[in-house]
Each structure stands twice: as C-alpha cells, then as structure tokens.
C-alpha cells in the first residue's frame, strides 16, 4: 500500500458526461500529480499541484481540469466525455517536487 | 523536450534467470533522476530503483540493479535469479532534478512486458 488513495477505482459513465476522480496523497505530501494511462498514449503527466497551487501543466485537455484543497487532498474533473478518454488515471504524491512519487492504485474511467 | 524510449515491447526470461531490460533517454539537461516502475496486474505503479546522474555509482536494490551510462544516455535494468512475481509491465521515467515549467513531474517510456517462465 503505497498511502496515496484514489476513488473511486472503477468509473462507467456515458460520453458527454461530466465525473470528478478523488485523490488523498500520503501524510504530509505536498506535492500531487495525475497521470492520464491508455493503450495509445502510454503514461502522460497532465497536471501537478503543490501545495494548493498549480505547478506544472502537461498533455491536459481544456476540458479537463483539478485543484488542490486546502486539506490538500486533490480532485480532476473530466467534463464533455469521449469515448478517447476512456483510460487509467493515476493520482501521485510525493513530500517536493523533487523527491519519490507514491502512485494511487488509480481510477479506470470506462466511457460508453 | 525529454524522451524516454524502451525498445521492447515484450521480453521473456525463464524463473531463476537472469533478465535486461533497456531503456535509452533523451535530454539536454545535466542533472536529473531516473527510475523504474513496475506494474503487476494489480495496475498499481511501483518503484523498484532510482538513480540520481551525478552518481556515478549504479544503483542496486536486492535482485534489481541498472546499468547506468550517462554519456549513452542509456539505464538498463538487471533482474537477477527472476521470480513468478516479477511479471510485470515495467516503465522507465526520466523527471528533471530543476525547476522551471516541469518540477517534478516524470515523463515514461512505453514499457516492457516482462513474463517469467517456470
């Protein structure tokens, strides 16, 4: 068990829809990153926040979007759904930027 | 831009044997961290080693050891006396050690499925 939680772990909804992937980094990470997993693209970074901010932005598509709370648990909302979005999402944490990143066991989002 | 390549898409290895996996990299940067993750079935990522450019040493964990060469921009993987359990899909990543518009974040190769033969 890594410490970082994704919920839910399995997510079917119809395309145009809009969902929201939940992540609790480890105790005392400040750091969280969503990764995006499918067949064709492999593993993509999409966003970073470190503490309640945004630090770096990835292959993120403008209909997606994510925050970090004050409570820094961090959540990704995927809204105008396809059916090319259907993929692994993973959520990371790790204390900096610059130290180990601890995956979640990740949300598989299915989109019909 | 950075790029992390692994060639083989899929690599096989009798149990007890000895496996290599290879990883190739892309980047004009001079300080910066490079890892192996492994992925079961289970999907969960994992990190099995890493090694930071300015060590020259390579890095070993148990059974796990690379073959780092920085001027071929190359970090292979060793899996020594392979078990059941190391089959897995394995990711080599590459993350920057500076700041700037990427802090932290780290970019993978396709991977390489890796089966154990009993």
């Known amino acids: 068990d890594s410490g970082v939680t994704q919920t839910p772990k399995h997510l079917i909804t119809a395309t145009g829809q809009r969902v929201t992937l939940r992540c609790s980094p480890r105790?005392?990470?400040?750091?969280v990153y969503w990764y995006q997993q499918s067949l064709d693209q492999g593993l993509q970074f999409l966003i970073q926040y470190y503490n309640g901010e945004e630090r770096a932005k990835g292959n993120i598509l403008e209909r997606f979007s994510a925050q970090q709370f004050p409570d820094l648990h961090s959540e990704l909302n995927l809204s105008s759904l396809e059916l090319g979005d259907s993929a692994l999402y993973f959520c990371?944490?790790?204390?900096?930027?610059?130290?180990?990143?601890?995956f979640g066991q990740g949300t598989r989002l299915t989109v019909v | 831009a950075q790029t992390v390549t692994q060639s083989q898409p899929e690599m096989s290895v009798q149990e007890a044997e000895t496996v290599t996996l290879s990883c190739t990299y892309d980047t004009s940067e001079s300080d910066y961290y490079l890892f192996w993750y492994k992925q079961p079935p289970s999907r969960q990522m994992i990190l099995v080693i890493r090694?930071?450019?300015?060590k020259q040493q390579n890095a070993t964990e148990n059974r796990f050891s690379v073959n780092f060469q920085k001027a071929a921009k190359s970090f292979s993987l060793k899996i020594s006396d392979s078990q059941l359990g190391d089959a897995a899909m394995y990711f080599c990543a590459y993350r920057s050690a500076w700041g700037g518009g990427s802090q932290g974040n780290l970019i993978f190769g396709k991977g390489t499925k890796l089966s154990v033969k009993p």
């Open positions: 105790s005392g990470d400040l750091s």
């Open positions: 990371a944490s790790s204390v900096t930027g610059f130290t180990e990143a601890f």
């Open positions: 090694q930071e450019a300015y």
